[in-house]
């Protein structure tokens, strides 16, 4: 999902590592060093200076906790931030998934407003190897990026 200067949401499918947005959103795991899908793309696709922000996160407040979010650095990527942002595994929808979540969508919006960001693209959210089913992920995302629209016009 591509969050773009006029306030509007529009869904997209493509290679985020390819989106012209002012920052993409990385479904992160919680070292923040990288792993498989979105992950590994953005930090291969980004390079060098995308991991070692990310250490530098990691060596002042020891990673990313599930539902939180960090930025740094869009590397070589046309975007010129990423957001990384780690999204709950599924496990039934009986431990918290839904709100863990949905706190991907604020806190990596909130950090798009912090730090004055026009544009911002979205993966699909846990919805890989976490496997958190894509439908209700979805609805969770459609809400929370409406909702703080909404909010900060």
């Known amino acids: ?38 992950d590994g793309a953005i930090h291969r696709a980004g390079g060098p200076a995308i991991l070692e922000e990310c250490r530098k996160i990691r060596a002042r407040q020891g990673g990313c906790k599930t539902g939180e979010a960090v930025i740094t650095t869009g590397g070589r990527l046309p975007a010129q931030y990423v957001i990384h942002t780690v999204g709950p595994v599924w496990n039934g929808g009986q431990k918290g998934e839904p709100e863990l979540l949905a706190n991907c969508y ?48």
């Not at 290679?15 to 992160?28: E, F, L, P, S």
């Not at 604020?106 to 894509?134: C, K, Q």
């Not at 439908?135 to 990026?145: H, S, T, Y």
Request: glycine share 10%.
């Open 1 to 38: 999902m591509l969050l773009s200067p006029t306030p509007r949401l529009r869904a997209e499918q493509g290679d985020i590592t390819k989106m012209a947005a002012t920052a993409i959103v990385n479904a992160a795991n919680s070292s923040l060093l990288g792993g498989g899908g979105v």
């Open 106 to 153: 604020r806190n990596s919006l909130r950090l798009a407003l912090e730090n004055h960001l026009d544009s911002v693209a979205f993966p699909g959210i846990s919805t890989g190897i976490y496997g958190y089913p894509r439908k209700d992920a979805v609805a969770i995302a459609v809400r929370e990026i409406r909702q703080w629209l909404a909010a900060h016009e």
